[in-house]
């Protein structure tokens, strides 16, 4: 299967060939480049697609393509090498691309008769992530520290009005890790690495993560070496800012003895650093109640692995 | 015939009809509790037992009360157990021997249930046969090969035996034996290996990889090189590591050697060079 662009150029005239800025106020096509490309800082709307008028999207490294037949969905979706130069704001993309059998994935799925309306929604990972700082973090005794770290983000396309989830989908595969105190005990996690930033205003940008803030308490006597850090992503909710930013719901754990266990608690609504964001849905599970201990923290393994 | 008939009637008398009628009613009466008994441990023990513990269980109690109820019958017809007794214990000793293969296979298999160093659906290899287990019985193990073969194991083999269970726990590691000429930069040979296991999404993060230099071989500089994934991806992780490692080494220039053996022609004696098209030379020198 040939492999698409890293990234799907936007479009920059409108549906009748003019300046995107003023032919974006007055047209009403939905599909129409300029109205995309002026709208389109928060992709998770409803869109209609006609039958066999396929509609295109390039969300970070995503590259979806959504058709309607009559009794059927079609989609396809690849992503761009990781090491392929970042795309631009997500959203709709005018160029009609490759044909759906030339996409790396593809889902198809019958019913009786479509309607027109899908809805597009970002979600978080349906694992817990585990983050590991590229430079591991020390808490000195009875300190706190506030960190950023990056939450993958997935994608999920759905009937309109309709509980139906056609695909739910990462925009970019996270890799698998292990976390837990041996290799036979504990569970299987994805793995993202991040710079655990404490200072939000070098924070770096990132269509394909949503920003998720973690307290640290170090409630012991010993320095708390933070060297991965397990986050229950299921369990929190997206709040999108109107810059298009998605922020997840912030975490505070607390580590009483310095060993691996920590209670969690997690802050409900949008973190302060975004007040004004809105909320986009509740998360995948129920969150755990408050207080309740998990294993939040790990070294590195080793000893097992000759 | 005379005699016979009057022995028919003596046997035919109310009395024996009644000895006979009772002894009946205890193996009926004997057959319907030893039924119900077995049916109420099923639905109790369904939930806290094996398969193959709660079949156990109840065939020892079904068979346990319907023979006290036989015996009970027995005595009510007037057989003398004390020679039932007797005779029972001549042929358990005869029975003994001929089958005590039969027997260890027993014993070893209830010892395999209250062990479990493995259940049914678990994937072994016991005795260099592979495959997973479809059901633990009282002699045997049935085992279902990966190629699809059927094969029956004795319990008592599985006791004496090293048995390895593939599937006990999440994850596995797929161990790789490479060997790379000797000109190679190693260090440079690692960080490929590196990429390669980071870029497999079937390749666990952690544990960590395991990339080492095991030795200098006759041709090669060897490596090990292992990487931890989730156990059922054990096969596809294999493969898909192995292809990812030859096209990684492939860009990367870093040849993956033949076996080598290096000749040396001696001053006194050397080695003769046929030239193609050419006349048998010798070397100068």
């Known amino acids: ?306 | 015939m005379s005699e016979w008939a009057s022995q028919a009637v003596e046997l035919m008398s109310l009395e024996r009809l009644l000895d006979l009628a009772r002894a009946l009613a205890l193996l009926v009466a004997g057959f319907g509790i030893a039924r119900l008994v077995r049916a109420a441990l099923r639905r109790v023990m369904l939930s806290r037992l094996e398969p193959q513990q709660e079949q156990l269980l109840t065939r020892v109690a079904y068979y346990l009360i319907f023979g006290l109820f036989a015996v009970a019958a027995l005595h009510e017809l007037g057989f003398n157990l004390s020679v039932l007794l007797g005779a029972a214990g001549i042929l358990t000793v005869a029975i003994g021997f001929a089958s005590q293969t039969s027997a260890s296979n027993f014993i070893s298999g209830l010892f395999l249930i209250a062990e479990r160093p493995f259940g049914v659906g678990d994937s072994i290899r016991i005795e260099g046969i592979t495959g997973d287990v479809l059901s633990i019985d009282l002699l045997s193990i049935k085992v279902r090969t990966w190629d699809n073969l059927f094969v029956r194991i004795p319990n008592e083999t599985v006791i004496k035996s090293v048995v390895t269970t593939f599937s006990r726990f999440p994850l596995r590691r797929v161990d790789l034996a490479l060997g790379v000429a000797y000109k190679e930069d190693l260090r440079r040979v690692s960080e490929v290996l590196l990429e390669v296991a980071k870029k497999n999404p079937l390749g666990l993060v952690e544990p960590q990889p395991l990339i080492m230099v095991t030795g200098f071989g006759d041709s090669s500089i060897n490596f090990q090189y292992s990487v931890w994934g989730q156990r059922q991806n054990y096969v596809k992780l294999k493969h898909s590591l192995q292809v990812d490692v030859h096209e990684a080494f492939a860009a990367a220039g870093i040849e993956i050697p033949f076996p080598q053996r290096t000749l040396r022609g001696s001053d006194a004696d050397p080695l003769p060079v046929r030239l193609a098209g050419g006349e048998v030379g010798k070397r100068e020198g």
């Open chain 1, 1 to 306: 299967m040939t492999r698409l662009p890293s990234t799907a150029p936007r479009a920059e005239v409108g549906c009748g060939g003019q300046p995107v800025g003023s032919h974006a106020e007055r047209c009403d096509r939905v599909q129409c480049p300029a109205v995309t490309a002026s709208r389109d800082k928060s992709w998770w709307r409803s869109y209609e697609v006609s039958l066999e008028e396929p509609l295109r999207w390039q969300i970070g490294p995503l590259d979806l393509k959504v058709e309607r037949g009559p009794q059927e969905w079609l989609l396809g979706w690849s992503r761009s090498d990781p090491g392929a130069e970042p795309a631009g704001p997500p959203g709709l993309v005018s160029e009609s691309g490759p044909p759906l059998e030339e996409y790396d994935e593809l889902a198809r799925l019958a019913f009786r008769e479509t309607s027109g309306s899908i809805r597009l929604r970002p979600l978080l990972a349906d694992r817990p992530v585990v983050s590991s700082p590229r430079l591991p973090l020390q808490v000195p005794p009875r300190e706190e520290a506030r960190l950023y770290i990056g939450s993958p983000l997935w994608v999920a396309v759905e009937l309109e009005g309709s509980e139906t989830r056609l695909i739910d989908v990462p925009l970019r595969r996270p890799s698998d890790t292990w976390f837990g105190p041996s290799t036979r005990e504990g569970e299987v996690c994805f793995a993202t690495t991040t710079k655990a930033i404490l200072n939000l205003d070098r924070l770096p940008e990132s269509w394909e993560h949503a920003t998720t803030p973690v307290r640290i308490s170090n409630e012991s006597d010993e320095l708390l070496l933070l060297e991965r850090l397990r986050v229950p992503v299921p369990s929190l909710s997206l709040f999108a800012t109107e810059a298009g930013r998605l922020w997840t719901e912030g975490v505070w754990l607390r580590s009483s003895d310095s060993t691996e266990m920590a209670s969690i608690e997690i802050e409900p609504g949008a973190p302060p650093e975004v007040s004004e964001a809105a909320d986009l849905g509740g998360p995948r599970c129920e969150p755990p109640a408050a207080g309740f201990i998990i294993r939040a923290f790990g070294s590195l393994f080793s000893g097992e692995n000759r």
